[in-house]
Structure formats: C-alpha cells, structure tokens
C-alpha cells in the first residue's frame, strides 16, 4: 500500500473513534474494508451483509459513516440510500458508495438518492482512505458545527428568559412607583 503523507504522520485519534458502517453483501468485501479501516486505526468500524438490517443498525449503532454497495439482493443500495435520506434525523451523515458497476447512470442516481461519494470497485486504498478520513473530518466539524449552534440557542433562550423576568420586574416596580405617586398626590 502506497504512503498517504499527512494521515501516516499524524494522530488522528478524534476521527479514529468515529463509527463506520459497512454495509456489502459479500462477507469477503466486508471483512476486507474492516480490517482495512482497522489497521489504520479506526476502532469502531461494524460490517453487515444483510442490507436489510442496515436500518435498524444505524438507529442503533449510530454511525458516522457508512459505506455501501450498490448491487445487493432483497434490498439493494439505492434503496437503503433513499430510506437513510428519508429519515432525516441526521443533519449529515456522509456515506460512501463502492460498487463494481461503473454506468454513469448507477452513479447518478446514487448521487441523487443520496450518496456523498462514489467509488468504483476495485477501490484503491489510499483513495478510500483518504476520502473516508476526509468525509469523517466534514462529519466531525458539522457536529461541532450542530452542538455549537444548539448551546447558542439554549443561551439564546436563557438570556431571553431572564430579559422578560427583569422587564416583568421592572413593569411592577413602576406600577408600585405610579401607584405611589397617585397615592401621595404627587
């Protein structure tokens, strides 16, 4: 396997405890990319041949990424593309087609249905690699991105809240105030 430059030298131990899961009906293929994804450090890399299956393994297992074939009996790729995209709990869940078929409408309309990337089989390593790194350091900031936002709006709310207490506080201080001068005459 050829040197991949950056990702050799440095440690990526963020992006390694993300979780990948790798959906192909050939058990081969699976075991392949988990031992490929394991030698480079990912440790919580899942494989699955049953397709069918893959939906309710995300809910569960959570994944980062998923990286998936096309071509599989019962329910094939497009179809798991179309359902993972239909969901819509994730904000942006990257996922990563590998598939030997190579026609440009394959490609299309896995990049309509969803797919984040696409990689024709036999896929290089290093390009995997590097694209599955990539892609995990996209997810990685979208979710910093997700949590910065949400502890904004919570601060947002809590700002909000205390600004309505002091305004409350305030309008009753001034009714006594009025209430007061009414009352002394003045």
């Known amino acids: 396997m050829c040197c991949l430059g950056r990702a050799d030298m440095v440690s990526e131990p963020l992006l390694h405890k993300m979780k990948i899961l790798v959906v192909d009906d050939d058990r081969m293929s699976v075991t392949l990319l988990e031992q490929l994804l394991q030698r480079r450090g990912y440790s919580h890399v899942m494989g699955i041949t049953d397709s ?11 994944p980062d990424l998923i990286l998936l074939d096309l071509i599989m009996p019962e329910m094939d790729g497009f179809a798991l593309l179309e359902a993972l995209r239909e ?6 869940l990257p996922i990563v087609v590998l598939t030997a078929d190579i026609t440009e409408e394959a490609r299309a309309r896995a990049l309509e249905a969803g797919a984040t990337d696409f990689l024709v ?21 979208n979710v910093v991105l997700e949590n910065q936002r949400a502890a904004l709006e919570e601060a947002v709310r809590e700002r909000t809240a205390e600004l309505r207490c002091t305004i409350a506080e305030l309008q009753t201080a001034n009714q006594r105030s009025q209430s007061a001068s009414a ?4």
């Open 52 to 62: 069918r299956k893959a939906l309710d393994i995300c809910a569960t297992f959570d």
């Open 87 to 92: 969901d819509g709990s994730e904000s942006f």
């Open 183 to 186: 009352f002394s005459g003045t």
């Open 121 to 141: 089989k036999p896929v290089s390593q290093a390009e995997a690699l590097l694209r599955i790194r990539n892609l995990l350091e996209v997810r990685r900031l």
